[in-house]
């Protein structure tokens, strides 16, 4: 603790912050977890989209993202998961099961996992195939490149992108509403959060792309998470607001 | 028609003799049936307690009208499965496969009694002479056969017929192709059957129909009732050779082969046994008349040959039992109450195919369903983007570079810049792709210049495979010479791991990479959001501030300004302008002016297309609100 | 147990890192070890998922499926680059060069397509979204902004312009600091929800 700088402090000071209001969330939230959450009109779509797939026989694509080429992803590139796993849960015994697209390795192995089991937990194994979660480029571009013929292929239902999408993105987003299909899209980049307003997507903004599991109602923790983020936001809004009259009245420096 | 009609025990009224469920109320009529040549047994419900006398008495009194009038005829009991191949004995009816208590019963009886036996044995005998009869035997072979051949040209039918293409219109203008080919052959027939068959001209895909969950269009065509098409086109009516055609032969809309058509020809089939007319030989009882195409007589209509070819081009016309259709249309009580039945048979399937078309069918797909006709003015705007960018390229002459007050960020950047010393160490990190490599290498090109010219130190660094073969690309357009460019692997662990190694022998990082904090400045290359969080996330605090410049592309800067602002950044300049700004301030030359140029007219048509499209919103808008008043 | 172990294998990562991080020197070398570590899997990861999409493309070619040409070109340039880098070492400029051919047109391509597609989406966008409140706001902030980027305006050199001009290229700060704040929140609490093990998509 000696070597601890300033930084240090602030950042474990809001860490265990969080902590403390995840776990009062979790505690407070533990009976009705999804009561009172907002909706995300986004991800009731998304539900719906499903639903159509199902009906219709049709697949659901989903590309998660340009993950770390060589390296572990980050909480962010896991925003697209919840969202997979749900797909494939709902899809286990479809005419057409979800595809997911990785722009990662590690990314691609995880959105395998979420696959497999789903079909684990509906006892259909024999119905799995490694194909169902794939990586679909090792580059951002060539990422790209993969994901559009999937988004091209003649038997989708809807086309999802929720991850850390770049700007470019946009190719596939605008293949998306050429084929006239639903389009849920979401990313932590602000470019790219940019471009999808240009297109005809059911947008998530901001870090509402990160509130998959409560939205769609699958995750309690999510919920409790998205209920503490709501509660740090406010104190980080105060502590802004407190900061600058301080600053205004000279008493920071 | 000399068919007995059977009497609803619910309702009381009558019914056809093949029929299942009374037409009037829809009550089953299962348990009304008739022992073939035996017209006047009772039939007795299932499960009711008769007694032998009274079954002895009724024989003994076989003229004596009954309420319930069973069954006549051979045909196999409607609403049971009557499509078997053949009344064989090794596949005999499901009714027949349990003999009733009442038969059971009488049957124990004869054996132990003589005398009954006797009687029934004559009753039996008597009806085994009824289906002795050469006519009747020959009628049910005849009416079976013609069954098996049906299903068995459905099945190669289906096997054969290529599937049609999603959302291909099968039939123009909802004609079926084989009332298409009919109507042909026989358009007078087809004109007076038409206002009789008014209900029966219908595509011939309702069995495709059956299966919308593939096709994505809405059903422009209505799913019809292959119930009623196969019903109703009972091909085979012996009748009176004067007599009409009657419907031609829709059960080639069977030959989709699709499982509906299967089940709605067997499920028809029984019940419009009698809606056409009365068998052409008076021995054919009613229940006969759709049975047979009567194999030994010749048509007898002029029209029944071109029939005939049509049934056998489209595959359902049994070689050597002519078809002879009943021409009669739409006389008499019988007929009528065939229309009915057939009406109402395909109605229920109309519904039921409906209901499968409609099962699935959501909101809208698309947010806006995209209007055809969008790629002309796409490529037309495309061109027109390409055009000016070309022109500017080529024709449009080269300016003096302006002197304006330069950004903050890049003058601080410069500042940082300056204060390198000769011997000093600068750690160069490429990260960024192939596409954006151009843009980045006209602006970090000057302020390698600069530091290679001032004897700074140079080592190049990636996190990202492409980072190997780009930045000899970047060597090569500043004059530095070649060397080799580390790569760091792991991404954010691996950031966090250059950034751990104070000592230099981290097993996680490359050789030659030091402690970070020997480096006098970091100068990231970026052109991602998500790899210059990386570094200042991850690095960044392990990192004095005046340690991190990035020069980056410009749909950066917006996101790098916060970290400046927050002194986690010794500085940065995003995009060209920034670059010409920041190489002119470090008495480089500045990028060539063509890609600014270029990127200024890509700016200038940006805006132009955004101001267009909300004129032509308003323009719409303000269309849409004229028509709605039209007074206006 | 088979479920439970990844997820505390996580857990206990996750939380030694942090607790390395404030503790310092005393966990510095494990914690480098441990980084190692990370570094291994995910470049491990990185091989099982090409291999899973050569594999892919291998069983689209035998059993040829639609589009099975792609997955001819597919695998032919990845073998092509796999030996190429195998035989001549991925420090030879002449590799280097060839690869950098064959990926700086294909990567500019897409992003030149991107520009185009981005420009005629710019024409749709009130079509496609109509007038609220999000895409008048974002019309005039994508007006206002694409002209300060021209530097027209920077070149008249008129100081109250200038002045105005500095302050409209700082006003963005507030939203992409909300914005920053908001997905650095998230994220964090979706990396405390990995590191308890709450979050666990990959089946129950």
């Known amino acids: ?253 | 028609m000399n068919a007995e009609m059977i009497t609803c025990p619910h309702c009381g009224k009558e019914n056809l003799p093949q029929a299942t469920r009374c037409v009037h109320c829809g009550e089953d009529l299962d348990e009304v049936f008739k022992i073939e040549g035996v017209e006047n047994i009772p039939v007795l419900s299932e499960g009711s307690d008769v007694s032998v006398s009274e079954l002895l008495q009724a024989f003994r009194q076989p003229d004596k009208p009954t309420e319930d009038s069973p069954l006549t005829g051979g045909a196999p009991v409607p609403g049971s499965l009557p499509i078997e191949e053949d009344p064989q004995p090794d596949k005999p009816f499901k009714e027949e496969d349990q003999a009733p208590e009442w038969l059971t019963r009488i049957r124990k009886r004869a054996l132990q009694d003589e005398d009954a036996a006797g009687e029934l044995t004559r009753k039996m005998n008597s009806l085994d002479n009824a289906r002795s009869t050469s006519s009747q035997e020959r009628v049910d072979d005849e009416f079976a056969s013609w069954i098996a051949r049906i299903r068995e040209n459905t099945r190669r039918e289906s096997l054969l017929t290529p599937k049609l293409p999603t959302g291909a219109p099968e039939n123009e203008d909802g004609v079926p192709e084989w009332l298409r080919r009919v109507r042909e052959l026989q358009p007078d027939a087809l004109e007076e059957e038409q206002p009789v068959l008014g209900t029966s001209a219908e595509t011939s895909d309702g069995g495709t129909d059956a299966a919308p969950a593939l096709n994505s269009e809405p059903e422009s065509e209505p799913s019809e009732n292959l119930a009623t098409d196969t019903g109703s086109g009972e091909p085979t009516i012996p009748k009176a050779p004067e007599q009409p055609a009657s419907e031609p032969i829709q059960s080639a809309s069977a030959g989709q082969g699709e499982e509906l058509p299967a089940e709605s020809v067997s499920a028809v089939m029984p019940e419009s046994q009698g809606s056409e007319p009365e068998a052409e030989s008076g021995q054919i009882s009613p229940a006969d008349d759709a049975d047979t195409p009567a194999e030994d007589e010749p048509p007898e209509s002029g029209q029944s040959p071109k029939i005939e070819a049509v049934l056998q081009g489209i595959g359902l016309a049994a070689e050597d039992a002519p078809v002879e259709l009943d021409e009669r249309a739409g006389a008499g009580e019988e007929l009528s109450a065939d229309l009915l039945l057939l009406r109402r048979q395909k109605e229920s399937a109309q519904a039921l195919l409906n209901l499968i078309g409609e099962e699935g069918k959501g909101p809208p797909p698309a947010k806006t369903q995209r209007l055809g006709g969008r790629g002309w003015s796409r490529f037309i705007l495309g061109s027109f983007l390409v055009l000016v960018l070309a022109a500017v390229l080529f024709i449009a002459p080269e300016t003096k570079p302006r002197n304006w007050e330069n950004p903050a960020p890049a003058v601080a950047l410069k500042d940082r810049l300056r204060a390198l010393e000769k011997g000093d160490l600068v750690l160069v990190v490429q990260e960024y792709q192939a596409a954006t490599s151009a843009e980045l290498e006209q602006i970090a090109v000057p302020v390698l210049r600069d530091m290679q010219t001032r004897g700074v130190e140079l080592q190049f660094l990636t996190t990202h495979p492409n980072g190997l073969w780009l930045s000899g690309s970047l060597m090569d357009a500043a004059g530095i010479p070649a060397r080799e460019t580390m790569f760091l692997a792991g991404g954010k662990p691996g950031v966090l791991a250059a950034a751990l190694n104070t000592d230099g022998n981290s097993q996680s990082v490359p050789a030659g990479l030091k402690s970070l904090d020997s480096y006098a400045l970091i100068l990231l290359l970026e052109d991602s959001q998500a790899d210059i969080q990386n570094w200042i996330e991850q690095a960044g605090p392990w990192l004095s501030p005046t340690r991190l410049g990035i020069l980056a592309s410009s749909q950066n800067a917006a996101l790098l300004l916060p970290y400046y602002d927050a002194g986690q950044l010794a500085g940065f300049a995003a995009g060209l302008t920034e670059g010409r700004v920041l190489a002119q301030a470090l008495d480089q030359t500045p990028p060539a002016g063509a890609p600014s140029r270029a990127f200024q007219a890509g700016l200038l048509v940006m805006i132009a297309v955004l101001l267009l499209g909300i004129i032509s919103k308003a323009e719409a808008d303000s269309s849409a609100q004229h028509r709605k008043e039209p007074g206006v | 147990m088979k479920k439970t172990l990844p997820v505390l294998t996580a857990a206990a990562a996750a939380l030694f890192i942090l607790a390395a991080l404030v503790v310092g020197e005393p966990l510095a070398g494990w914690l480098e070890i441990v980084l190692n570590w990370a570094v291994i899997v995910a470049s491990a990861a990185l091989l099982v998922a090409i291999a899973t999409l050569i594999l892919t493309h291998t069983r689209n070619i035998i059993h040829g499926k639609r589009g099975f040409i792609y997955s001819l070109i597919l695998i032919g340039a990845f073998l092509a680059s796999l030996i190429g880098g195998l035989v001549y070492g991925a420090a030879d400029s002449a590799y280097l060069r060839w690869v950098a051919a064959v990926q700086l047109p294909l990567e500019t391509s897409l992003l030149g397509l991107a520009a185009l597609v981005m420009t005629a989406a710019a024409l749709q966008v009130f079509r496609n979204r109509g007038w609220s409140l999000l895409t008048i706001s974002f019309g005039a902030s994508a007006l206002i902004f694409l002209v300060i980027s021209l530097g027209l305006l920077q070149a008249l050199n008129i100081p109250l312009l200038t002045a105005i001009l500095n302050y409209l290229q700082r006003l963005p700060m507030i939203g992409i600091r909300g914005l920053l704040i908001g997905v650095g929140i998230g994220a964090l609490m979706m990396g405390l929800r990995v590191a308890l093990g709450l979050e666990r998509p990959w089946g129950e």
């Open chain 1, 1 to 253: 603790m000696n070597g601890m700088i300033t930084l240090d402090l602030l950042a474990l000071a809001i860490v265990t912050l969080a902590l403390l209001s995840l776990a009062a969330a979790l505690l407070i939230s533990r009976k009705h977890p999804y009561r009172n959450l907002r909706k995300n009109e986004a991800f009731l779509d998304a539900e719906r989209m499903m639903h159509q797939a199902a009906e219709k026989g049709l697949r659901l694509t989903i590309g998660l993202g340009f993950g770390q080429t060589v390296g572990a992803p980050s909480p962010e590139n896991l925003a697209g998961l919840p969202i997979l796993r749900l797909m494939s849960a709902r899809s286990v015994f479809n005419d057409q099961p979800a595809q997911a697209l990785a722009g990662g390795g590690a990314l691609a192995c995880l959105a395998q996992q979420v696959v497999r089991g789903s079909y684990q937990n509906a006892f259909a194994m024999e119905l799995f195939k490694p194909d169902f979660g794939l990586l679909a480029g090792a580059t951002p571009y060539a990422c790209l490149a993969g994901l559009l013929p999937e988004v091209n292929y003649r038997a989708n239902a809807g086309v999802f992108l929720i991850g850390s999408h770049r700007p470019e993105t946009l190719l596939g987003a605008s293949l998306a509403e050429q084929k006239n299909l639903p389009l849920v899209a979401g990313s932590d980049d602000l470019s790219a959060q940019a471009v999808f307003l240009l297109s005809n997507a059911r947008l998530c903004l901001g870090e509402d792309v990160l509130h998959a599991g409560a939205a769609l109602e699958t995750d309690a923790s999510a919920a409790a998470a998205l209920r503490a983020q709501d509660w740090l936001r406010v104190l980080a809004a105060l502590g802004l607001l407190a900061g600058a009259v301080l600053k205004l009245l000279g008493l920071w420096p």
